[in-house]
C-alpha cells in the first residue's frame, strides 16, 4: 500500500514556476514508477508526465515538454514536479500516481493515486 499526498500548488501568473511535490509512504516507494496527471475543470484527466523507479527514463505529454520536468529522490520518497513558463491552459488540479508496471502514460495501469493540489495560472 502507497499514500500519496501532493503540495506545492497555488496561483501564479503566466510565465511564472511552479514546484509541485508528491510525498510518498511506505518502504517500497523506489520500486513504483511514478506519474502526474491532472485534470481541468469540464475536462478528462490527462497525462503530464511519467518517471521510472530509479528516475533513469522519463516521458512527457507533448503540451509540457520542454516546460515541466519530473525527478524523484528515492531517498525521501518524494517525486517532484518542476513546471516553467506556465500557461492558463495548464490550470488543473495536479494529481500524482504510482505504479507497478514501469512508466506509464496510461491512467488504468496506476494503483495508488493522491488526492491532488491546485494550480492555477492567471493570464
Known amino acids: 500500500q502507497v499514500q500519496l499526498v501532493e503540495s506545492g500548488g497555488g496561483l501564479v501568473q503566466a510565465g511564472g514556476s511552479l514546484r509541485l511535490s508528491c510525498a510518498a509512504s511506505?518502504?517500497?516507494?523506489?520500486?513504483?514508477?511514478m506519474g502526474w496527471f491532472r485534470q481541468a475543470p469540464r475536462k478528462e484527466r490527462e497525462f503530464v508526465a511519467a518517471?521510472?523507479?530509479?528516475?533513469?527514463?522519463?516521458y512527457y505529454a507533448d503540451s509540457v515538454k520542454g516546460r515541466f520536468t519530473i525527478s524523484r529522490d528515492n531517498a525521501k520518497n518524494t517525486v517532484y514536479l518542476q513546471m516553467n513558463s506556465l500557461k492558463p491552459e495548464d490550470t488543473a488540479v495536479y494529481c500524482c500516481?504510482?505504479?507497478?508496471?514501469?512508466?506509464?502514460?496510461?491512467?488504468?495501469?496506476?494503483?495508488?493515486w493522491g488526492q491532488g493540489t491546485q494550480v492555477t495560472v492567471s493570464s
Open positions: 511506505g518502504r517500497t516507494f523506489s520500486s513504483y514508477a
Open positions: 518517471i521510472s523507479w530509479s528516475g533513469g527514463n522519463t
Open positions: 500516481a504510482a505504479t507497478n508496471y514501469g512508466s506509464s502514460t496510461k491512467q488504468y495501469e496506476y494503483d495508488y
